[in-house]
């Protein structure tokens, strides 16, 4: 058969797909990384994206009941879809500056003559900060990267203000002002609170914790732990917001019309969060825990690294987690995760990239039956060949 054409006889399957394109899949032991494909869709998502494909809707109409639907299954008061948690930003910026305004809301991204400011915390500065730019608007930076006061966002509040930015992510706990306090100076201002909590799922209690905390729009990705469309995102917040959302999102013709969702990814993101929103959290987290603990077993006695399961803030399920000390002969950590990605099979680890980290994990969420007995092995012969030198 020549290289990249179908064959037809055999079954189609994924690495069929991916073996025609000759490429190399790989177990996802790192979790829902954008690069290393996200998540996989749970069935009842994938089942539901194909059904969809058979009707067609107004998609407004089928954008306002997702979003009832949504809130509904989320607690929360209101809700819409995005494109991917970054989507979600993008719309949360748009909807900040134009509002329900058919004319600024075709405007954008130029935004002469309104308000455009969106102040963040230095600490709350991250990779994907910029899609809040994308409809015009510009940051004013306040604090240090470590702590910043209530007093120092008061005083950077000003005409130009549109709204105050809270990011909600593993590793920036407890930095800066608590989301309660920044929600009340908002309020007092009469301006909204922009949260991102993309990947802050598990725990669900999550769903509701941010817009009870005073959030004016969340944006939570549908593609990592939701299991969702890779592609899908959800808002939840205040009505009046979420509607300023809508109206700011595709399909309309705005700015953030290149972000459109399928009918089919919404269906998917629907069944996903009901599927989601049912699991016995308790029971699923006994079963990662036990997965990770095996990891641990086969790699703990390791001289120069600590092995451990964490679930805690920064760690949404638990994660089997490897930290090397002083005494450490072998390689970085990074060129550790490089090497399982070279291997046979090739495994994706996460790595703390932090300046200050000295550690990686293994995450259990994509991992699927008999892999995590394949990683276990994998990984234990890497770090034994690495702390004996032998590389
Ligand atoms: C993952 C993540 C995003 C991006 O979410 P997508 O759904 O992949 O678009 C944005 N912000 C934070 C903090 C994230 O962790």
Known sequence: MATGSIDKTSKLSGLSIVENLCITPLINAGGPNTKHSGSRPRPEAVKAMEAMSEVFVDMDELLLAAGKRIAELTGNQAATVTSGAS??????????????????????????????????????????????????????EVGRSTECTLDEIKAAIGPNTAALIHLESPFVSGLGVPLTDLADLAHNH?????????????PRENLTKFT???ADLVSFSGGKA??????????VGKPEWIDYARLNNAPNPGVT???KVSKEEIAGLLAALDAFTRIDEEAETKSYRAQMNFIVDQITEIPGLSAEVLHNYDHYIPHAVITFA?????????EIATRLKAGSPRIFAAVDHRKT????????LNLQDGEVEIVAEQLRNILVDASSGNW
């Open 212 to 214: 009870k905390q005073g």
């Open 257 to 259: 019309r290149a972000q």
């Open 357 to 364: 980290a000295s550690s990686m994990w293994i995450d259990p």
């Open 190 to 202: 009469g301006l909204p609170v922009l949260a991102d909590c993309a990947s802050m799922l598990p």
């Open 226 to 235: 939701v299991r969702g469309p890779q592609s899908t995102g959800f808002l």
């Open 326 to 334: 002083e005494n450490w002969k072998g390689p970085s950590y990074p």
């Open 87 to 140: 989507g979600g930003l993008v719309v949360q910026a748009a909807a900040a500056m134009a509002k329900d305004d058919p004319e600024l809301i075709s405007r954008l991204p130029i935004t002469n003559g309104i308000p455009n400011e969106l102040i963040i915390q230095r600490g709350h500065r991250f990779i994907y900060d910029h899609l809040y730019l994308a409809p015009g608007s510009r940051f004013v």
